[in-house]
């Protein structure tokens, strides 16, 4: 797996792409889930975090982390978070479990995912 620099990471987003990082599995509620979270350029040019909690669907026959039900029926596209900085919503990830150095282009979490449950 190939993880971003810091260079690519601000470069990426800049050029309106999304960056995301699977976080593991945990429990919320005595429900297992699995987070990840993702940075991307919103709209009004702000930097956005969002936090993904989704269960792990695998056992229903959806076999893809995008797919999976959220944990928060409400937020289906994740709880975002809108910072003025490339800095300060890579800080936010930073304190909400990411490492700087193993963000991915979106569309290899899936990998990423199938990978730490595999080990």
């Known amino acids: ?24 599995i945990g429990l919320k509620d005595n429900f297992p889930i699995l987070k990840y979270i993702d940075i991307f350029k919103s709209k009004e040019l702000k930097y956005a975090v969002s936090i993904h909690e989704v269960f792990d669907d695998r056992d229903e026959g959806i076999l893809n982390i995008y797919d999976f039900s959220s944990f928060d029926a409400d937020s289906p596209e994740g709880i975002i978070y809108y910072f003025n900085s490339f800095e300060e919503a890579l800080e936010f990830a930073i304190v909400e479990g990411a490492s700087k150095d193993k963000f991915l282009i979106e569309g290899f979490l899936q990998d990423e995912f199938i990978s730490s449950i595999d080990n």
């Open 1 to 24: 797996m190939r993880y971003l620099n810091p260079v690519e990471l601000k470069a990426l987003l800049n050029a309106n792409k999304i960056i995301e990082q699977f976080l593991g």
